[in-house]
Every structure is written in structure tokens, then in C-alpha cells.
């Protein structure tokens, strides 16, 4: 499994920063890797809702992420699960699933929060997903991204 977690410490209460992270089609301005172009969303956010998000990945190009809403605990936590399109010539064990959370606790007189995602190693292809993770610096882009998504969460929640 492929992984990374980032966090920061907000000055604003769990209330505050989920309004924010909850605002789902508000992601293309929270999220730091520039990488989230537009959501796709019909309906209020909750537990199974899903949406689509138009991705553009330097190494890989453009394409349309399928999402659905894993978690959905107000205040306290929010996780998706994205599954890129399939190539040419892949069948659903190339499947791969990028899972994204936000965990926010209580801390002192604000809020702690965790940025956390995961790939897991799809059925087949895990071989090559792992060379192109490492070959592209992947997970290092992915953390520096998750590390600017922070920061603008609490810019945009402290101002």
C-alpha cells in the first residue's frame, strides 16, 4: 500500500473547519497540488453520494475521476474514494483506488487535521503502478500537495 498523512493545526473549531472541508465542489480551490480542475456533483454531500472530479496530472495528462463519499461523520471526518479511468486493454483487477480523508479532532482552542490518502495495490499491474509511483517522485508530489491543501484550509478558515 502506498500512503502518506499530513497535519495541521487550525485556530477555529471542528464547526468552522468542516464547513469548509464539506464543501466538496469547493475542493478545486482547497486543494494544493493545482491537480483538481472541477467536481461534479447532483444532490447535497453525504455517506455514498458520488461525484465526478476533472483531473490534470502533469505525468499522466487529463482525465475524469469517479468518486463516492466513504465517510461522512460531522464534524469530525470526511474520506472519498476516486477511482482513475481504466487504459486501453486494462480490466477491472488494473482498478485503481485512491482513498482521501480528513480527520479533525478537538485541539486546545482550535482543531487538529489529518490529511490522510492511501492506494492500495490494484490486482494486477501492482508491479508497474509501484514504478510509476517511484519512478515520477509520485507520493513525494502527493504529500507536498496535501501539505498546500492544508495551509489553505487554514488560510481559509482563520481569515
Known amino acids: 500500500m502506498w500512503e502518506a498523512s499530513e497535519t495541521i493545526d ?27 480542475k472541477a467536481i461534479r456533483m447532483s444532490g447535497p454531500p453525504g455517506l455514498g453520494t458520488r461525484f465526478e472530479g476533472d483531473i490534470e496530472v502533469g505525468v499522466v495528462g487529463s482525465f475524469v475521476a469517479q468518486c463516492e463519499i466513504a465517510a461522512w461523520d460531522p464534524p469530525s471526518r470526511l474520506a472519498w474514494k476516486s477511482w482513475p479511468p481504466l487504459d486501453e486493454g486494462e480490466t477491472s483487477d488494473h482498478q485503481i483506488e485512491v482513498n482521501w480523508e480528513f480527520l479533525l479532532t478537538p485541539h486546545g482552542e482550535g482543531t487538529r487535521v489529518e490529511h490522510r490518502f492511501s492506494v492500495p495495490p490494484p490486482k494486477a499491474g501492482a508491479e508497474e503502478l509501484a514504478d510509476f509511483l517511484e519512478r515520477t517522485n509520485r507520493i513525494d508530489a502527493v504529500r507536498a500537495g496535501m501539505r498546500q491543501t492544508l495551509e489553505n484550509l487554514r488560510v481559509a478558515v482563520e481569515s
Open 10 to 36: 487550525v485556530g477555529a473549531p471542528p464547526e468552522a473547519v468542516w464547513a469548509v472541508v464539506a464543501d466538496i465542489e469547493g475542493h478545486t480551490r482547497l486543494a494544493g497540488s493545482g491537480e483538481v
